[in-house]
């Protein structure tokens, strides 16, 4: 049996069990513990001599870790610079922010080039490996360590969207993405859409042929498909029903007084649509007197990227349209808008959703989001919430059963955020089982399954015979 080797940015702390993790972290622990697998990244640290070092090695729940530093500048250019400040608004359709510069381009080539490195050094004699490269910080690293003349399976998985044609091609170099991503055997997207965008793009950059979902490239065949990633909902639930019964759950629900909780988990990020969110949520009081006093939105959004200016004047938006909300509406004993920048274990948060009468999952742009599928698999059947999501979320695509709203138009989210919280019993137990039909049928577990089997067939079809 081949080695799977996965290779993503960060690996998961080993400090933490896999329960306490998210989807990606679950779902790859799965395929790799099947396999003694290794999955290799860096490891958080910066370092001056950060490439003489070799990687970290250390095991973990049956699976092995290989682990290295980053220098300052690599960080600066490879994650803060071309993976955050370039990649990211760009495919998450936000080319007015894109801040391109050669500089950051080459420190991202740079860095993808040694994570090829440190993995093909890990690579058994034999040779007898199928590597899987994950999401956008990592383009490249198929195509070079293809360089390194490794012959065996190697996929990629996009875990954010593809933009189309007119906005895919703002990225200076396009092409040469193009190029770089046909060195894979198989490449998976969260939704038929973004495959879709993918195959226009390639066949629109003129680098390589489109015949069905196949990309012709150089010879060989590169197999492409939709993966879309879910959760572990029966761990989820557990979690939730256990999270329900801890004291900050007792805590929070007497805090309420009675009154409903909508509930929002992000990360501190501009895709995820929490300035729009927060407007929403001060309409629906501006419009409903029977809300005032009564109902609580709960807002848990941890930082992330504090290196990334856009992210910093993000954070000063929302603490001013939060103060603002709060100013406006509290009482001396009620505080509509709870914001908060603290992450919480996955217990508790799964208790939290567990309690809300409403997930509010609207972000502007977003390749999935797994907490539409955690607030669904933390609902008590019978009494489950409401999922309002935006219909921009890759979830969108799937989750049939949920509210869908376009996270653009404040008015309608504050419409929907009121009919969800006056929605029937009958309606709520009704979407809910929908819901949780879609989840339970494509969960984790089939994810990491599916994306291997796929890979090793389409190495196996991967030549052409040159005629
Ligand atoms: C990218 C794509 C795609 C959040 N706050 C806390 C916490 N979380 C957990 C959530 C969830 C995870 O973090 C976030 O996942 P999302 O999918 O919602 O979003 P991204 O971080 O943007 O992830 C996304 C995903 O990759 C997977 O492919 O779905 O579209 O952008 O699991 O629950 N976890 C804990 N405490 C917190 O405070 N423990």
């Not at 996965?6 to 989807?23: F, L």
């Not at 969800?420 to 494509?442: D, F, G, P």
Request: proline residues 4%.
């Amino acid at each position: 049996m081949k080695q799977l080797i996965v290779v993503s940015n960060r690996v998961p702390s080993p400090d933490k069990d896999s329960g306490s993790q998210g989807g990606l972290a679950v779902g790859v622990m799965n395929a790799l513990s099947r396999t003694r697998g290794l999955w290799m990244g860096w490891n958080g640290q910066l370092m001056d001599d950060a490439e003489q070092h070799a990687p970290e090695s250390y095991e973990n729940e049956g699976v092995q870790f290989a682990t290295f530093p980053l220098t300052e500048q690599e960080h600066e250019l490879f994650y803060v610079g071309y993976s955050n400040e370039v990649l990211w608004p760009l495919f998450h359709y936000r080319s007015d922010m894109v801040e391109y510069t050669r500089e950051k381009d080459a420190g991202y080539q740079h860095v993808n080039e040694r994570f090829a490195r440190q993995v093909a050094s890990r690579i058994p004699e034999n040779g007898d490996a199928t590597i899987w490269v994950h999401d956008y910080q990592l383009l490249s690293t198929g195509h070079y360590l293809r360089t390194m003349n490794v012959e065996g399976p190697i996929g990629f998985f996009l875990h954010i969207p593809v933009p189309p044609w007119e906005v895919f091609r703002i990225l200076p170099h396009h092409e040469r993405m193009i190029e770089h991503l046909c060195a894979y055997d198989t490449i998976g997207f969260q939704t038929a859409t973004d495959l879709r965008h993918f195959l226009e793009n390639v066949e629109r950059s003129g680098i390589a042929t489109v015949e069905g979902n196949t990309v012709i490239f150089d010879h060989r065949r590169i197999n492409t498909g939709v993966f879309p990633i879910s959760i572990d909902v029966d761990t989820a639930r557990e979690m939730a029903e256990k999270g329900e019964q801890s004291s900050r759950s007792k805590r929070l629900k007497d805090s309420l007084q009675g009154g409903p909780l909508i509930i929002g988990v992000d990360r501190l990020d501009y895709s995820k649509g929490l300035y729009k969110r927060f407007q929403a949520f001060e309409q629906l009081l501006e419009n409903t007197h029977t809300r005032y006093g009564n109902v609580t939105y709960l807002q848990i959004a941890p930082l992330s990227r504090t290196g990334v200016e856009r992210y910093a004047s993000l954070r000063r938006e929302l603490e001013r349209i939060a103060g603002h909300v709060n100013g406006r509406f509290s009482t001396y004993d009620w505080m509509p808008l709870r914001y908060l920048n603290t992450g919480y274990d996955r217990e508790t948060l799964m208790g939290f959703m567990r309690q809300s009468r409403v997930g509010l999952v609207t972000p502007l742009r977003d390749g999935m989001n797994l907490v539409a599928k955690e607030y669904v698999a933390a609902q008590d059947p019978e009494d489950p919430g409401v999922l309002l999501l935006s219909t921009l979320a890759g979830a969108a695509e799937e989750l049939d059963g949920a509210m869908l709203c376009n996270p653009f138009d404040v008015e309608e989210m504050a419409d929907m955020l009121d009919a969800a919280l006056s929605m029937s019993l009958e309606e709520r137990k009704e979407r809910w089982q929908r819901l949780h039909k879609v989840i339970s049928t494509n969960d984790i577990h089939r994810w990491g399954e599916d994306f291997i089997t796929a890979l090793d067939q389409s190495a196996a079809a991967r030549h052409i015979e040159k005629q």
